[in-house]
């Protein structure tokens, strides 16, 4: 338990931007165009994870490129992680592992809590996962749902975020974390 609660601590240092904000969370759903490519997005680290390296590729691929925003930039350079934006969008990923350890945050301005929830959803199924609750666990605040499963060789871990600080305006993300034990 204590080795699972370390890893959860490296994952969000890892995550490096903090899932709460101060710009507030998101009451305007986020357009119809722009939640599906949220999802495409969540369909590429579905894809790839844990092979981080890949997904980032298939994200230049699709027109994504590196984040100039220097605050992202340089919490990036501190956790080993990288940004990438679809400018089209809106898009902003946040990919990076580290020891066997990666994380993949999808998050979108203006997606609301109730559509990080969905957004969250195809891991949940693709992983077959627990809800929190169904694990005895509790629920950070800032969280609208999260899920996980302990295997012998990996922990998986999903969370529906209601707001994300790496983004200029209010909006929230989603976050699939794969650790191995």
């Known amino acids: 338990m204590r080795k699972a609660f370390a890893i959860v601590a490296v994952m969000a240092a890892l ?11 998101s009451e305007t759903p986020a357009p119809p165009l722009e939640i599906k490519s949220a999802a495409r997005a969540v369909a590429v680290c579905a894809r790839h994870a844990p092979d981080w390296a890949a997904a980032e590729a298939e994200f230049l691929k699709r027109g994504f490129a590196e984040t100039r925003n220097l ?15 679809d400018n089209s969008s809106g898009v902003l990923v ?6 066997g350890e990666g994380a ?4 979108l301005p203006s997606l609301t809590p109730d559509q990080s929830y969905r957004l969250a959803l195809p891991w949940v199924k693709q992983y077959d996962l ?6 005895g666990q509790g629920l950070s605040s ?5 899920w996980g499963r302990m295997d012998s060789d990996q ?25 191995a034990r």
């Open 94 to 99: 946040q990919l990076g592992s580290a020891r």
């Open 130 to 135: 627990a809800t929190n609750a169904e694990r």
């Open 155 to 179: 922990a998986i871990y999903v969370a529906a975020y209601k707001t994300w600080d790496a983004l200029e305006a209010p909006g929230a993300a989603v976050r699939l974390l794969i650790a």
């Open 71 to 85: 605050r992202l930039v340089a919490a990036g350079e501190r956790n080993g992680s990288v940004f990438l934006q």
């Open 15 to 25: 995550a490096g931007c903090n899932t709460t904000s101060s710009k507030g969370i």
């Open 142 to 146: 800032r969280a609208v749902q999260a």
């Open 104 to 107: 993949c945050l999808v998050g």
